[in-house]
């Protein structure tokens, strides 16, 4: 796995190589260059919510009970098709994440998505947190979601 610096470094070779860009030359080079740690934590968040959203929509139905021994608080479970639409969210914001489409202007996709799974994690916290289960992998999604947006801002 290549290091960011060899990123950088492959990406400026290939710009001259195009007679893109010219070393001392003033521009968006900044813009372009992207670290090999933010492809890595975009991945990273769109591998954990792909494997979510395929566990909402396969596995529901055998998960969807009250673990024994715990009390249920009213919150037996979400409905399967509240489960199955949080699953196809979480499906289409993972691949939002790493389909490289330029219909907008550059990194508004990523961002978007990163931000809407974000609140997604965010609404599964809570969840969670009113189950009186754990919410720190929601809150590492949230933090990881947040690295994506700021490592995806344009910089000035």
Known sequence: MP?????????FQSDCARGGWKPGESGTRAEVEVNGLHW??????????????FGEIFSY??????PPGRPSLGFPGLPYELAFAIGVVEIAGALALVVPIDLWPPDILPRLA??????????????HLR????????????LLALFVIVARWPKQ
Do not use: C, M
């Open 40 to 53: 890595i934590a975009q991945i990273l968040l769109a591998a954990v919510f792909l494997f979510a959203g």
């Open 61 to 66: 139905r055998s998960r969807a009970k009250v």
């Open 3 to 11: 290091s960011g610096t060899q990123v950088r470094l492959t990406l």
């Open 114 to 127: 990163a931000a809407g799974l974000g609140v997604l994690a965010i609404a599964g916290g809570i969840y």
């Open 131 to 142: 189950r009186r289960e754990s919410a720190a992998p929601s809150v590492a999604l949230f």
